[in-house]
């Protein structure tokens, strides 16, 4: 178990690492940032602990950093026959809309996963959508979409081969840096640290975060852009945008799309006010009160969010049917499904159906594949095709780890059980400051929730929905035609 102590020395060696040597090589290293405290962004650091190295670490180390390198030759050769795609048709653009292809379907029907809606506030005719592809669909499909979307630069992470020899150089020049500390430093855990940190380097992660920066520089010389909106989460490439906006003097309006926690690291970063967004746009109430507390509270502005749903009169049954919303982590959902599968394998009698909602970018076809014999095994089971909100009218308990749809769940009534962590003694609890909630360590626990058919009190459900109604709040209009 990863202890506390631990995480915050990462994080203080990071942001004093940073701090001194804020340059490509280093923003773009994805090491260097440590998001959350979710087991998948502490994987990073499994092997940096007080502990010698030894015959072993070294074993992997060489054969790890000995494949990032063939990662970065055959990348090279890949750029030489692949492009990135664009439609922009004049330079008449003033802002920079930098968002996710990480949903076809959703990208067809025009939702952004990212804004949902606030992006087109901006005016089609001023804004250039910049979009990073987590899909790799092929270019045909690449083709169709510019066809019938406009403004939009499909970013590929390709660049000119003379500009990626110029990323290798300095990042090898970064590398000389970094083992001088390793041969300067005494402690294993900084020494171990320094060398995840140039074996990182050297991933194909950061040459796409500092090819994204490059490929935004000429987007922003050639419109002469004057403002980006970019997400707030604590990625590298953000920080990367951060210092595009001071290099060219472009406003940055980095705005909250998801929950925040104590867990959360790097989105606070304080690398200085080089390296800090213009305003921060909060998403709802709680968000906006957090966020006051990290940053300059005067930069902070509650904008609200597409999100903010009213509570909608649903028909519920008399039933007591859980809905699972892992994140979209494929570990987390299968655990979550393993979990519900023993619960009720557990309690054969319990009358109740389990909806199982995949987070969107978890390939759904991929997943029932791999958990085909679950669900050949327990009926009770059901691999959810319905909107949420449909979803939800079917429930009364939302099983939830680190999903922000727990809160959509919490507004419309559903009673939200919390599943604990156990190989962490901290969450990313959405809920956290929520007290009155529901933990679950094991699918014991969960049993006995789900058998008990005592109702909960009026007063517990008008705290569940008021708490929720201050997580987002309706979108201020006014506030975004005065920013831009």
């Given at each position: 178990?990863?202890?506390?102590?631990?995480?915050?020395?990462?994080?203080?060696?990071?942001?004093?690492?940073?701090?001194?040597?804020?340059?490509?090589?280093?923003l773009g290293n994805n090491f260097l940032f440590l998001q959350s405290i979710h087991l998948v962004h502490l994987s990073?650091?499994?092997?940096?602990?007080?502990?010698?190295?030894?015959?072993?670490?070294?074993?992997?180390?060489?054969?790890?950093?000995?494949?990032?390198?063939?990662?970065?030759?055959?990348?090279?050769?890949?750029?030489?026959?692949?492009?990135?795609?664009?439609?922009?048709?004049?330079?008449?653009?003033?802002?920079?809309?930098?968002?996710?292809?990480?949903?076809?379907?959703?990208?067809?029907?025009?939702?952004?996963?990212?804004?949902?809606?606030?992006?087109?506030?901006?005016?089609?005719?001023?804004?250039?959508?910049?979009?990073?592809?987590?899909?790799?669909?092929?270019?045909?499909?690449?083709?169709?979409?510019?066809?019938?979307?406009?403004?939009?630069?499909?970013?590929?992470?390709?660049?000119?081969?003379?500009?990626?020899?110029?990323?290798?150089?300095?990042?090898?020049?970064?590398?000389?840096?970094?083992?001088?500390?390793?041969?300067?430093?005494?402690?294993?855990?900084?020494?171990?640290?320094?060398?995840?940190?140039?074996?990182?380097?050297?991933?194909?992660?950061?040459?796409?975060?500092?090819?994204?920066?490059?490929?935004?520089?000429?987007?922003?010389?050639?419109?002469?852009?004057?403002?980006?909106?970019?997400?707030?989460?604590?990625?590298?490439?953000?920080?990367?945008?951060?210092?595009?906006?001071?290099?060219?003097?472009?406003?940055?309006?980095?705005?909250?799309?998801?929950?925040?926690?104590?867990?959360?690291?790097?989105?606070?970063?304080?690398?200085?006010?080089?390296?800090?967004?213009?305003?921060?746009?909060?998403?709802?109430?709680?968000?906006?009160?957090?966020?006051?507390?990290?940053?300059?509270?005067?930069?902070?502005?509650?904008?609200?969010?597409?999100?903010?749903?009213?509570?909608?009169?649903?028909?519920?049954?008399?039933?007591?049917?859980?809905?699972?919303?892992?994140?979209?982590?494929?570990?987390?959902?299968?655990?979550?499904?393993?979990?519900?599968?023993?619960?009720?394998?557990?309690?054969?009698?319990?009358?109740?159906?389990?909806?199982?909602?995949?987070?969107?970018?978890?390939?759904?076809?991929?997943?029932?594949?791999?958990?085909?014999?679950?669900?050949?095994?327990?009926?009770?089971?059901?691999i959810s095709d319905s909107s949420l909100i449909d979803d939800i009218s079917f429930c009364k308990f939302v099983l939830?780890?680190?999903?922000?749809?727990?809160?959509?769940?919490?507004?419309?009534?559903?009673?939200?059980?919390?599943?604990?962590?156990?190989?962490?003694?901290?969450?990313?609890?959405?809920?956290?400051?929520?007290?009155?909630?529901?933990?679950?360590?094991?699918?014991?626990?969960?049993?006995?929730?789900?058998?008990?058919?005592?109702?909960?009190?009026?007063?517990?459900?008008?705290?569940?929905?008021?708490?929720?109604?201050?997580?987002?709040?309706?979108?201020?209009?006014?506030?975004?035609r005065k920013i831009f």
């Open positions: 178990m990863i202890k506390k102590k631990e995480i915050n020395k990462l994080f203080n060696l990071s942001r004093l690492f940073l701090k001194k040597r804020p340059n490509l090589s280093n990073k650091y499994k092997f940096v602990n007080s502990n010698s190295p030894d015959f072993l670490f070294f074993f992997r180390y060489i054969l790890e950093f000995s494949k990032n390198l063939v990662k970065l030759i055959l990348f090279f050769f890949k750029i030489i026959f692949t492009k990135n795609h664009t439609n922009i048709s004049n330079s008449k653009k003033k802002i920079i809309i930098v968002s996710h292809l990480n949903n076809i379907e959703r990208f067809k029907q025009n939702i952004d996963t990212q804004y949902f809606g606030i992006e087109k506030e901006f005016g089609k005719k001023k804004s250039i959508f910049f979009y990073l592809d987590h899909l790799n669909i092929n270019m045909k499909q690449k083709l169709h979409f510019l066809n019938f979307k406009k403004n939009i630069f499909i970013n590929n992470y390709c660049i000119e081969t003379s500009t990626y020899i110029k990323i290798i150089f300095n990042l090898t020049k970064e590398l000389s840096f970094i083992y001088k500390c390793i041969k300067k430093s005494n402690n294993n855990f900084e020494k171990k640290f320094y060398l995840e940190c140039a074996k990182y380097l050297f991933s194909l992660s950061t040459i796409k975060n500092i090819i994204l920066y490059y490929n935004l520089e000429k987007l922003i010389i050639k419109n002469k852009i004057t403002n980006i909106l970019i997400t707030l989460e604590g990625h590298p490439y953000e920080y990367l945008i951060f210092l595009l906006g001071k290099k060219y003097k472009v406003k940055i309006f980095a705005y909250q799309i998801s929950y925040i926690t104590k867990g959360h690291y790097s989105m606070f970063l304080n690398l200085g006010n080089n390296l800090m967004p213009s305003k921060i746009l909060a998403n709802g109430k709680i968000g906006y009160d957090f966020l006051k507390k990290k940053f300059n509270p005067s930069n902070v502005i509650l904008l609200g969010s597409n999100k903010y749903t009213k509570k909608i009169k649903i028909k519920k049954n008399n039933n007591f049917n859980l809905l699972a919303i892992p994140s979209n982590f494929d570990g987390e959902a299968t655990e979550f499904i393993e979990f519900c599968y023993r619960c009720l394998k557990k309690n054969k009698n319990l009358k109740i159906k389990v909806i199982f909602r995949l987070h969107p970018e978890i390939n759904k076809f991929n997943f029932i594949k791999k958990n085909l014999s679950i669900l050949k095994n327990e009926k009770r089971i059901k939830y780890r680190s999903s922000s749809a727990v809160i959509d769940s919490l507004q419309q009534g559903l009673i939200p059980i919390f599943f604990s962590e156990k190989r962490i003694n901290f969450q990313t609890d959405p809920l956290w400051q929520l007290k009155s909630k529901i933990t679950v360590k094991n699918y014991y626990e969960l049993s006995k929730v789900l058998d008990n058919k005592k109702k909960f009190n009026s007063r517990k459900y008008s705290e569940y929905i008021n708490f929720a109604n201050n997580y987002y709040k309706p979108i201020n209009y006014s506030k975004i």
